[in-house]
C-alpha cells in the first residue's frame, strides 16, 4: 500500500519570499501525485498534478512541483508568495490501474501562515 | 461543466442521534464517488468508496454507513451519533478507469454535542 508524509506540520514565510513544501511518498513503482489545497472550512481544490513525462509540472496560482524517483519526492514550490496563499496543503498518491478505483492516499498536510 | 454539492454545510446534532449527508454531482456520469472525514490536525481519512450504484466500500469499521441509491448521489448515514463523529465532511469524485484525479466538494462541518 502506498503512503505519504508531508514532515512539515506548519510553516510560515514571509510575503513574497520563496516557499517549498516538501512531499515524500512510498509505493513500488510510479504512482500518480497530487498536490491540494483547502483553504479554511473550504472543500480541496487541484494544484497540480503529475503521471507521467516531464518531471517538473506547472500548476494554478503559479505553483510548480518536481518528481524526484530517487527521493521518492514530490516537492510544492513558488517562487514568491503572497498573503493569499495561506492555506493548507495536501500532497496525494494514486496507484495507476483499475484496481485501485481511484483511491488516494493523503499527507497530514502543511499549514502555511504567511507574514505581510 | 462538472459540479458537486453538499449538504448541510453545517449540522449540530446531539449525540444518539440520526445523520444524513447528501452528496451530488452534475456534468459527468458514472462517476466514482468518495467520502472523506476530516478531523484536525489528521488529515483526510477515506471512509468509504462506491464505483457504482449500490456498490459500496468501506475502508475504516465505524457508525457510518453509505449509500448510493442514483448514479450521481451518494449519501453518508448513521443511526446514532457519537461524539468521535465530529467533524468536517468531503464528498469527492473521479472519473472512472481515469488518472485519480478526484473533485471536492464544499463539505459539511458536522458538530455532535
Known amino acids: 500500500a502506498q503512503s505519504v508524509t508531508q514532515p512539515d506540520i506548519h510553516i510560515t514565510v514571509s510575503e513574497g519570499a520563496s516557499l517549498e513544501l516538501r512531499c515524500n511518498y512510498s509505493y513500488g513503482a510510479t504512482p500518480y501525485l497530487f498536490w491540494y489545497v483547502q483553504s479554511p472550512g473550504q472543500g480541496l481544490q487541484l494544484l497540480l498534478k503529475y503521471f507521467s513525462g516531464d518531471t517538473l509540472v506547472q500548476g494554478i496560482k503559479g505553483f510548480e512541483a518536481e518528481f524526484k524517483r530517487s527521493q521518492s519526492s514530490f516537492n510544492l514550490r513558488k517562487p514568491s508568495v503572497h498573503w493569499s496563499d495561506a492555506a493548507e496543503y495536501f500532497c496525494a498518491v494514486g496507484a495507476p490501474g483499475g484496481t485501485s478505483y481511484g483511491k488516494l492516499t493523503f499527507g497530514q498536510g502543511t499549514i502555511l501562515t504567511v507574514h505581510p | 461543466s462538472q459540479t458537486i454539492h453538499q449538504w448541510p454545510a453545517t449540522l449540530v446534532q446531539p449525540v444518539g442521534s440520526p445523520l444524513s449527508l447528501e452528496c451530488t454531482v452534475e456534468g459527468t456520469s458514472n462517476p466514482n464517488l468518495y467520502w472523506y472525514r476530516q478531523a484536525a490536525g489528521r488529515g483526510l481519512q477515506l471512509l468509504f468508496y462506491?464505483?457504482?450504484?449500490?456498490?459500496i466500500s468501506s475502508e475504516v469499521p465505524q457508525n457510518l454507513s453509505a449509500s448510493r441509491p442514483q448514479d450521481r448521489q451518494f449519501i453518508l448515514s448513521s443511526k446514532k451519533l457519537l461524539l468521535s463523529d465530529s467533524g468536517f465532511y468531503l464528498c469527492?469524485?473521479?472519473?472512472?478507469?481515469?488518472?485519480?484525479?478526484?473533485?471536492f466538494g464544499p463539505g459539511t462541518r458536522l458538530t455532535v454535542l
Open positions: 469527492a469524485w473521479s472519473t472512472q478507469g481515469a488518472y485519480n484525479e478526484q473533485f
Open positions: 462506491s464505483v457504482g450504484i449500490g456498490q
